[in-house]
C-alpha cells in the first residue's frame, strides 16, 4: 500500500473511532447515573481487551499475533495498564461528576499537552506556535471553568478530574506510542485494556458490594461501549500511533466534542451552552494553530 493510501486509511479509521467514541460517552454518561464509575469502566475494559486478545490470537481478522516476552509483558504493565488504569478513573469520575459534552471538551485539548511532551521550547516559529497553541487551548479552559468558579450550580471537582483526564489521556497515547514501536499497537491496546481492567478489579468489586443494578438496557448500553466504545476505537487508535506522531493523531481528539454533543443532546437531551461553544471555539484554534506549520505557508524563516 502506497504512503498516500496507508494515511487515507489511517486518517479513515480515526474518523470512525470518534464517532464512535462519541457514542461512547454519551452511554458511559447515561450509565454512571446508575452504576459506579470504577465498576463501569473497569469492567468494560476487562472484557474489552480479553475480547480483543483472542481475535488477535485465535483469527487472522487483525493480522498476525506475536507471542510477547517477559520484558516486554512488564513494559506494557507498567506504561500501558497502570496509565489507562488511571485514565479510566479518571474519566468516568468525570462523567458522574459533570456534563458529557465539558469531558469530551477537555479530552479535545489533549493533542496540545501532547506537543508540549513532544518538544522544548526554542527560538523558533515552530516552538512559538506550539506554545500559543497551549495557550489558546488554556483559555477554552478556563472558558469552561469560569461558570463552576462563579456558580454554585457547576461542579468544579468534575470540571478539574476532566481536565486531569485530558492529560492522562496524552500521556496514555504517548506510552502507547512507546511500546508500538516494539509490539503490534493492536497488542498493546489489547493488553493495556485488559490489564487495566484487572488493575481496577479490586475496587471494582469493592463499588458493587451493596449491589448494581442489572437488566437489558444496562447491558445492552455497556455492550455496545465494549465492543464499539473499545474493541473497535481502540484497534483503529493503536494502529495510528505505530505510524503517525501521538500529537498528530490526538489531532482527531478535536472531533470528540463534536461527535459526543451531538450523542448526548440527541439520546440524553443534554444542553449545547454558548460557554461551551466559545470554549470550543478557543480548544479549536489552539490544536489547528498547534498542528499547522505556519512558516511554511506564509514562507517565513524558521528561527527568529
Avoid at 471555539?281 to 505556519?294: E, S, T
Wanted: charged share 10%; hydrophobic share 55%; proline share 3%.
Amino acid at each position: 500500500m502506497s504512503e498516500k493510501k496507508n494515511n487515507t486509511a489511517i486518517a479513515g479509521g480515526l474518523l470512525l473511532t470518534v464517532i464512535l467514541w462519541g457514542g461512547n460517552n454519551a452511554g458511559t454518561k447515561w450509565l454512571v447515573g446508575s452504576w459506579p464509575p470504577i465498576f463501569t469502566g473497569g469492567s468494560r475494559f476487562l472484557f474489552a481487551g480479553f475480547i480483543l486478545l483472542a481475535v488477535l490470537r485465535f483469527t487472522n481478522l487483525l493480522g498476525r499475533f506475536e507471542s510477547l516476552t517477559g520484558a516486554q509483558y512488564r513494559s506494557l504493565w507498567l506504561r500501558g495498564g497502570l496509565s489507562l488504569a488511571a485514565y479510566v478513573v479518571s474519566f468516568t469520575w468525570a462523567f458522574k461528576l459533570t456534563a458529557a459534552s465539558h469531558v469530551a471538551l477537555y479530552l479535545g485539548a489533549s493533542p496540545v499537552w501532547a506537543l508540549l511532551w513532544e518538544e522544548r521550547p526554542r527560538a523558533d516559529w515552530s516552538s512559538l506556535r506550539r506554545y500559543g497553541a497551549a495557550l489558546l487551548a488554556l483559555s477554552g479552559v478556563l472558558v469552561l471553568f469560569w461558570p463552576a468558579l462563579k456558580s454554585s450550580g457547576t461542579n468544579l471537582t468534575g470540571e478539574l478530574i476532566a481536565l486531569v483526564a485530558s492529560v492522562l489521556w496524552a500521556n496514555f497515547s504517548h506510552q502507547s506510542r512507546i511500546l508500538a514501536a516494539t509490539i503490534n499497537g493492536l497488542e498493546v491496546a489489547a493488553n493495556s485494556m485488559w490489564m487495566a481492567g484487572a488493575t481496577l478489579l479490586p475496587f471494582a468489586l469493592y463499588e458493587v458490594m451493596g449491589g448494581v443494578k442489572v437488566d437489558a438496557q444496562h447491558l445492552g448500553v455497556q455492550t455496545f461501549c465494549i465492543f464499539l466504545g473499545s474493541v473497535v476505537p481502540y484497534a483503529f487508535w493503536n494502529t495510528a500511533l505505530r505510524h503517525w506522531q501521538t500529537s498528530r493523531v490526538l489531532l482527531f481528539n478535536n472531533l470528540i466534542p463534536l461527535t459526543t454533543t451531538v450523542w448526548v443532546h440527541f439520546t440524553l437531551g443534554e444542553a449545547i451552552t454558548p460557554t461551551f461553544c466559545a470554549a470550543m471555539a478557543l480548544i479549536v484554534a489552539g490544536v489547528l494553530l498547534g498542528q499547522m506549520d505556519w512558516s511554511k505557508i506564509f514562507k517565513v524563516p524558521e528561527s527568529f
